[in-house]
């Protein structure tokens, strides 16, 4: 299976603090995705590494790749409220299947 | 414009009805997917489609067929609804070749009573 696992399943910060979010996944991937989902919205695509990638911004979000330990690390800094929301990644592998996600982690972001 | 659409975005029925869910995307993109959202969150695929294949999960039962009338559109149609189905819905699409990078709509909540 391709689906990834996030850790923690939940995490509590204060605004202005640096949330991190790890994923790990069990079979060779092209890329991992990582996503969004607002309370009561649909998932938003946030930032995609390639297998080739080891680091990737953009913005205040930062994502690591290691494929020899299969994980990947999503960094929020500087985190606002408005980061609250369900964070979940995505590794994709080679062929066609679709993308199969795991439960997130859920941030919640205290002003 | 929105990219990916869906309706209705709330739908309440009995136990045993019949009921669709539509979608539809505007992003010329030549996949569409189904995903299924439990209340603990959990975010399972039922179906992915494009006009040569038809990927379905094993798990989802037959009462669950998607009907896509062009590449724009994927709906979702569910047989003699039960209290199990009740969740949210959510209709995605991607482009088959390059990073696989989903669009999601922003889905459907179904509650069986």
């Known amino acids: 299976s391709q689906q990834g696992e996030e850790d923690p399943q939940a995490l509590s910060i204060q605004e202005g603090e640096n949330a991190t979010m790890n994923c790990s996944y069990k079979?060779?991937?092209?890329?991992l995705q990582w996503y969004r989902q607002n309370s009561g919205r649909g998932l938003v695509h946030l930032i995609l590494?390639?297998?080739?990638?080891r680091e990737k911004h953009s913005g205040r979000l930062r994502v690591t790749l290691d494929t020899s330990k299969k994980s990947s690390s999503l960094l929020i800094t500087a985190s606002r409220a408005a980061d609250t929301a369900s964070y979940f990644c995505?590794?994709?592998?080679?062929?066609?299947?679709?993308?199969?996600f795991g439960k997130g982690t859920r941030l919640s972001v205290i002003a | 414009d929105t990219a990916v659409s869906q309706t209705p975005k709330y739908l309440v029925t009995q136990m045993g009805n019949d009921k669709s869910i539509k979608c539809e995307q505007n992003?010329?993109?030549?996949?569409m997917y189904w995903y299924k959202q439990d209340s603990k969150k959990f975010l399972k695929i039922m179906f992915s489609?494009?006009?040569?294949?038809?990927?379905i999960n094993e798990t989802v039962p037959n009462r669950f067929s998607p009907k896509s009338p062009d590449k724009a559109h994927l709906n979702l149609h569910i047989n003699s609804l039960e209290l199990g189905d009740s969740a949210v819905y959510f209709c995605?699409?991607?482009?088959?070749?390059?990073?696989?990078?989903?669009?999601f709509g922003e889905g459907s909540r179904l509650t069986v009573l």
């Open positions: 995605a699409s991607s482009q088959r070749t390059g990073t696989g990078e989903l669009f």
């Open positions: 992003l010329g993109h030549d996949t």
């Open positions: 079979t060779s991937i092209n890329n």
């Open positions: 995505a590794p994709r592998g080679s062929g066609n299947t679709p993308l199969v």
């Open positions: 590494i390639r297998s080739n990638e």
């Open positions: 489609y494009n006009n040569k294949e038809l990927i």
